[in-house]
């Protein structure tokens, strides 16, 4: 079957298998609580349709409002920062997983990612959990065409209300989603309905800025001013030109007014920037973090110009901060978790 020529009106499945494998039965799969009829398979010539290039980058074409590119140079990143949260937290996913994704009375447990990216969460969860049946959707089909047999990635926008009957999902995973994201809390609506009772919600969100490591009481304006001027112009981009406010610290509010949600468990974790820290696993991890926060800074540079930077003006900020965070000793990079269960 071919793709719809409007990718927002329909769900597309990239990876080969039409759903209704799922729907009718087959090949042991569990149908419950499925929808099918409106899925679709993509076909190869119908991959361009979802892209377009601008500024030497690979962006996608529809209407969400995520700002950064979809290349192969953002997929390394979004691998890059994948291993080195699991390697932070050591685990896959944090929050009562194993709990919610153990099978009980026979019936196969159901996770949902959303904003998948390159799926690499998935895919990972998936070796972990080969009995649980994975779905992720992005608004593009950069995820593997080939995944697993109890993996399936589709296309479709986290703006629009999700295509699964209520109550399918044990899990839905959020992970750095606040890009694509207009209303989170009418997000946070469709999470509920798609979850079971008792099933868990895990988000992950990255600050607005960086900021110094809490035991040195630095302020960032001060003593870090090309990472604050770079990330304050991103800040301001990203409200004027797609409508996008921080909302990585809101999220355990945006939970509890939904009145549906309990257990409600939220963090704040320090990653280092750079091998600054006298923890050897940390400094893996700072490593790690450098690099991605000089692939970011790569990435945001056509935002910051369609924001009225010149490329001069924009080049020169994006080296000033790098040359900071790599000398620059105690930055980090401060994430946001929450986990919470529906009630």
Not at 25 to 46: I, T
Not at 162 to 178: G, I, K, P, Q, Y
Not at 246 to 256: E, M, V
Request: proline letters at 7%; hydrophobic letters at 40%.
């Amino acid at each position: 079957m071919s793709s719809p020529t409007d990718p927002g009106q329909e769900h597309i499945n990239g990876n080969g298998i039409h759903e209704d494998a799922e729907a009718n039965g087959s090949d042991d799969y569990d149908s419950e609580h499925l929808d099918s009829p409106s899925v679709v398979e993509l076909n190869s010539e119908d991959f361009p349709s979802y892209f377009r290039e601008h500024d030497g980058r690979l962006f996608h074409s529809s209407s969400s409002p995520y700002p950064l590119p979809v290349d192969t140079p953002e997929q390394e990143r979004f691998t890059l920062i994948h291993n080195l949260l699991r390697q932070f937290f050591g685990v896959n996913c944090i929050g009562p997983v194993v709990d919610v994704l153990n099978e009980s009375q026979g019936r196969h447990r159901w996770a949902l990612d959303i904003c998948t990216g390159n799926g690499k969460w998935v895919i990972d969860m998936a070796q972990e959990y080969p009995r649980v049946r994975f779905r992720g959707f992005d608004i593009v089909p950069i995820a593997t065409r080939y995944p697993p047999r109890h993996v399936q990635f589709e296309v479709d926008d986290v703006n629009t209300r999700f295509r699964w009957s209520d109550s399918t999902f044990e899990l839905v995973n959020a992970r750095a989603v606040a890009m694509a994201v207009l209303e989170y809390p009418q997000v946070l609506q469709e999470v509920a309905r798609v979850l079971r009772p008792g099933g868990l919600f895990v988000s992950y969100e990255w600050a607005p800025y960086p900021a110094f490591d809490p035991s040195l009481q630095r302020d960032l304006a001060i003593y870090a001013p090309a990472s604050f001027r770079f990330h304050d112009a991103i800040n301001t981009a990203l409200l004027q030109r797609r409508g996008l406010h921080p909302i990585a610290a809101q999220i355990p509010s945006f939970l509890a007014s939904a009145g549906v949600f309990a257990e409600i468990s939220a963090g704040q974790h320090y990653i280092p920037i750079g091998a600054w820290s006298a923890d050897p696993s940390l400094q893996s991890i700072g490593t790690a973090c450098l690099e991605a926060n000089e692939r970011y800074a790569s990435s945001v540079k056509p935002l910051l110009c369609d924001s009225g930077w010149t490329d001069a003006e924009a080049e020169s900020m994006l080296t000033d901060f790098i040359r900071e965070i790599r000398t620059m000793n105690g930055l980090v990079s401060v994430l946001y978790t929450v986990h919470a269960r529906r009630v």
